[in-house]
């Protein structure tokens, strides 16, 4: 796998339930060299952004922006509980 790039999280033990929603990450970036790699690299960018999601009870979106680059995102117009694709 090439690359996913995330927002850094470093939480405290004895984080409140505000400084949970901090840490949430809500978007990924996603880059992949081949397409052998895109389907694990896809995959575990959705299972980072379903816990935003979760919290958020909104869906995720995963948006192709160019070969072999994605974003992935807990995203307020996709029904809690769904994925939807889409090409920009």
């Known amino acids: 796998m090439d690359t996913i790039y995330r927002t850094p999280t470093n939480a405290p033990e004895n984080a409140s339930a505000k400084d949970e929603e901090k840490r949430l990450t809500g978007m ?8 052998e790699e895109l389907d694990e ?11 935003a999601a979760t919290y958020y009870r909104v ?30």
């Open 59 to 88: 869906g995720v979106m995963v948006t192709r922006t160019g070969p072999g680059s994605y974003v992935v995102r807990a995203h307020p117009e996709v029904p809690y509980g769904l994925i939807r694709q889409q090409h920009s």
């Open 41 to 51: 690299a896809l995959e575990k960018a959705i299972s980072t952004i379903r816990r």
């Open 28 to 35: 990924l970036e996603v880059n992949v060299a081949n397409v």
